[in-house]
Nanobody
């Protein structure tokens, strides 16, 4: 059984930076794709960025050039470096991971971490 634990959210002024982390803990599994979604009040959850275990990345158009996703495969940890933050980036950020056990993949989600950007 895997568990995702997030950290790094907070309050920042527009133009500032934050770094989110998410670690998959447990044993008996491997981790395939990892990434981040976010959900602002009144909005649906949207994909922000993803990364494969080979290091291929993808980003939502709204964050390209400002956010960088990376991972440490040895630690089963994914990071999201967020620069040039805007008020519209305010949301709860959720990490996800495709956890593979016995050849089968299951999506796991973190508990969410609040990011608030003030103008």
């Amino acid at each position: 059984q895997a568990q995702l634990v997030e950290s790094g959210g907070g309050l920042v002024q527009a133009g500032g930076s934050l770094r989110l982390s998410c670690a998959a803990s447990g044993s008996g599994f491997s981790v395939s794709a990892m990434g981040w979604h976010r959900q602002a009040p009144g909005n649906i959850r949207e994909h922000v960025a993803g990364i494969t275990n080979g290091g291929s990345t993808n980003y939502a158009d709204s964050v390209k050039g400002r956010f960088t996703i990376s991972r440490d495969n040895a630690k089963n940890t994914v990071y999201l470096q967020m620069n040039s933050l805007k008020p519209e980036d305010t949301a709860v950020y959720y990490c996800f991971a495709e956890v593979v056990t016995g050849g089968r993949g299951t999506d796991y989600w973190g508990q969410g971490t609040q990011v608030t950007v003030t103008s």
